[in-house]
């Protein structure tokens, strides 16, 4: 993902604030069970297939689809280009919208059941998508590429990640870019559902999800993405709640904050039409920051003689000293520091500081000095608690940013989150007879846990398939039910129950006799 300037340290302190005095929301939503693959994300083009073959083989039942770097808009004269392994890209050869690197991974997933979107990327100037995409003409010409190239490349859709538009673009262009970025999206998500394909957009989270009036933010800060226009021609909104502390030391994608921001999505784009909800992910990091300390002043904590003003070389971005990492490097560094890292309970993250030997300089001389960094990092435990927003919100799932980075046992451990099949046990008197009235008795389960409120509903069915409803009724506390049917012909009985999205049915014939 392309990054962007961090908060202040004061700023990031008055978000956290505002978001925990915010207002509860007026009317409590019932928390959903977890029935199904929710944890999606992203894989760079730059990664191994060692780490692809690691999820088709241990995700299937956690994953639903994932999205891969694929290619990138380079320039108008080079809209779709496709990602090398060494970060440029190609618009040339045989097959110019794939390459061996990128379909071998793709087929790892497809072989095992998880569909791929192929993500596109804005690695442009500032400015050039958005003039790309000033005219109905090139919209349109440049949809029909990306839709030709999809096919093409064997893919089940697009996801599209122009973070560009917030990170690099002036905010004085962003009333011409709005429009341009919605007739976009409309134009292209059309195309794509004719064919069958997939419209996913990836939009950044800003760090005040609400306004003072506690009424939500467009786009969290960000509204040049619309997310009111578009979502109603998109399949997937995926917000990425993370780097939340960019250019200081913080948490990465605190807790509070994230379940705010999806808050704040669902009150833009869920309140006219609550189906809404299924299309929302809430992006979520697994990867670690690792800062140089600034003192309240900005100058930097160092000890040991070390000449004034001195700074940090840049790093990640061109934050002064900092470092984007793994999960698995943190831990490494604090393992040689012999530092345990703290778990931070309300963010939901890990942290740690240690001292090293840093190159930087002052006055434009070059000068090492010693100085204190602070690690952040979002692991396994940090997910399975963002997992819970996604039971209390009643969104899709998390997409998690970057699949590469997940430490063993990752996808066993998110897939304890999802309940156990619903099921459903009968009984009666046997046989039933046409004209007779039958009590059909029974309970819902989920593993060892009674099941209550599910709708059981019994079906006559005849032997050429038509049908008649018997009988409706929920399950009670415990998760029985009763219902007394009375089949007026011979056939079959069919007893199903549906709860939380699940949907169970008695498997053995039930047989209505003459």
Not at 297 to 318: E, I, K, M
Not at 438 to 465: E, F, H, M, P, Y
Request: charged share 20%.
């Amino acid at each position: 993902m392309q990054k962007r300037s961090g908060l202040s340290a004061l700023a990031a302190c008055v978000a956290l604030v505002l978001a925990a005095a915010l207002p509860a929301p007026a009317q409590a939503m019932t928390p959903r069970l977890i029935t199904g693959p929710y944890v999606s994300g992203w894989f760079g083009y730059w990664e191994p297939d060692s780490v692809v073959e690691a999820l088709a083989a241990q995700g299937t039942s956690t994953v639903p689809e994932v999205n891969i770097f694929w290619w990138t808009f380079a320039s108008a004269e080079r809209p779709l280009c496709t990602y090398r392994t060494d970060s440029t890209c190609s618009t040339t050869g045989e097959t110019p919208w794939t390459n061996a690197h990128l379909d071998g991974q793709r087929r790892i997933l497809q072989d095992a059941g998880i569909p791929v979107l192929g993500s596109i990327v804005d690695g442009s100037s500032a400015g050039a998508l958005s003039a790309y995409l000033s005219t109905k003409a090139s919209r349109a010409a440049y949809a029909d590429q990306i839709v030709d190239w999809t096919a093409k490349a064997g893919l089940d859709g697009v996801d599209l990640d122009w973070e560009k538009f917030a990170f690099a673009d002036d905010t004085l262009t962003w009333p011409q870019t709005k429009p341009r970025w919605v007739a976009m999206v409309t134009v292209l998500g059309a195309k794509l559902r004719a064919k069958g394909l997939t419209l996913s957009a990836t939009v950044p989270a800003g760090p005040y999800p609400f306004l003072r009036d506690g009424s939500p933010n467009p786009g969290t800060g960000y509204w040049v993405y619309a997310w009111d226009k578009i979502i109603d021609h998109v399949d997937r909104l995926r917000i990425m709640a993370y780097d939340y502390s960019y250019e200081y030391a913080g948490p990465i994608g605190p807790w509070p904050w994230a379940n705010d921001v999806v808050r704040s999505a669902l009150a833009q784009v869920a309140t006219r039409t609550p189906a809404h909800r299924t299309k929302v992910w809430l992006g979520i990091p697994q990867y670690s920051r690792n800062w140089v300390r600034q003192n309240p002043d900005a100058s930097y904590v160092t000890r040991g003689a070390c000449p004034a003003g001195w700074a940090p070389a840049a790093g990640a971005s061109g934050v002064p000293g900092m470092l984007s990492q793994s999960i698995a490097r943190a831990q490494e560094i604090a393992a040689r520091e012999a530092v345990t890292p703290t778990w931070n309970a309300t963010p939901g993250e890990y942290s740690f500081r240690y001292w090293l030997a840093t190159d930087g300089s002052a006055g434009g001389v070059p000068a090492t000095c010693e100085a204190q960094r602070e690690v952040w990092f979002a692991d396994t435990r940090s997910a399975k608690l963002k997992a819970n927003i996604v039971t209390s919100q009643r969104i899709a799932g998390v997409a998690v940013w970057e699949f590469g980075f997940v430490l063993d046992g990752f996808y066993s451990q998110m897939a304890r989150k999802i309940a156990p099949p619903l099921e459903l046990r009968a009984s009666f008197a046997d046989p039933i007879r046409r004209g007779d009235a039958t009590v059909v008795t029974g309970k819902a389960l989920r593993g060892d846990s009674a099941v209550a409120g599910a709708k059981v509903s019994i079906t006559w069915v005849s032997s050429t398939g038509t049908t008649k409803a018997l009988g409706t009724t929920r399950t009670n506390a415990k998760g029985r039910y009763a219902i007394s049917v009375t089949p007026t012909r011979s056939g079959t009985l069919r007893i199903t129950a549906t709860s939380e999205g699940q949907r169970a049915v008695i498997a053995r014939p039930i047989t209505v006799r003459g």
